[in-house]
């Protein structure tokens, strides 16, 4: 009996872990996309404070950890925190898929070397980085208090995000980047736009977790009816 006891003890604190460890991952995102933004926009180069790949392989390690953790968590101790276990596993998936965004951005300022200016979409683009700044912060929040309003905030405004990049990107497609911009700069601008989307998205996602039903990962939530 006290071998069972034990076991189950250390299979709470295996899930635990695993939840800190999955906010770890996102702080390291939050980081590894301030860099990358930075290096692209903001000089003219492509020198980071610290190896962005190095930091990505350390994320990937820590996703098969919280799997690992979870998954032995369910083995001894069954339906026990099933949902939170599985929903754990759903999250580190998006925060996973950051990392390489984050990578895909240096890539950009690699190829891209003076600092990525989008001409007559540049306020647009400001709009997208200021929203994506505010929801990083936002969303390791929303992760470590279980704070559902702040969660709902974030979903709120990823489809007007959303309709911002699709009506960028179609302007880049039909104008070809206009006068303003040369080939190579519209071509960073509209793969920029994606990938801050895509970003944007999975913040989302992350935030749809803690707010929704785990059938309900990376959907609306869905609004009780109400009596009219």
Not at 102 to 130: M, W, Y
Request: glycine share 6%.
């Amino acid at each position: 009996m006290f071998n069972k006891f034990k076991e189950l003890f250390s299979s709470e604190n295996l899930l635990e872990s695993a939840y800190t460890t999955t906010v770890k991952m996102l702080e390291f995102d939050y980081q590894m996309y301030e860099a990358s933004r930075s290096v692209l926009r903001d000089t003219d180069g492509c020198e980071l404070p610290f190896d962005i790949r190095k930091m990505d392989r350390k994320i990937n390690k820590f996703e098969r950890e919280v799997r690992r953790n979870v998954l032995t968590h369910l083995t001894v101790a069954g339906m026990t925190n099933l949902v939170p276990g599985l929903a754990l596993v759903s999250i580190v998936i998006s925060v996973e898929r950051i990392g390489d965004y984050t990578k895909n951005i240096v890539e950009l300022a690699r190829d891209h070397e003076p600092k990525l200016n989008c001409g007559n979409q540049e306020s647009n683009f400001q709009l997208i980085e200021a929203t994506i700044a505010r929801h990083f912060p936002t969303t390791i929040e929303v992760l470590k208090t279980q704070d559902k309003k702040l969660g709902r905030e974030i979903m709120a405004a990823q489809k007007e995000l959303s309709k911002t990049v699709d009506a960028i990107c179609s302007g880049l497609i039909k104008t070809g980047g206009g006068s303003d911009l040369t080939t190579g700069d519209a071509v960073c601008a509209g793969l920029y736009s994606r990938y801050l989307k895509r970003v944007n998205s999975h913040l989302t996602t992350i935030s749809s977790a803690i707010v929704n039903p785990f059938t309900r990962i990376g959907f609306r939530e869905k609004r009780k009816k109400t009596d009219t």
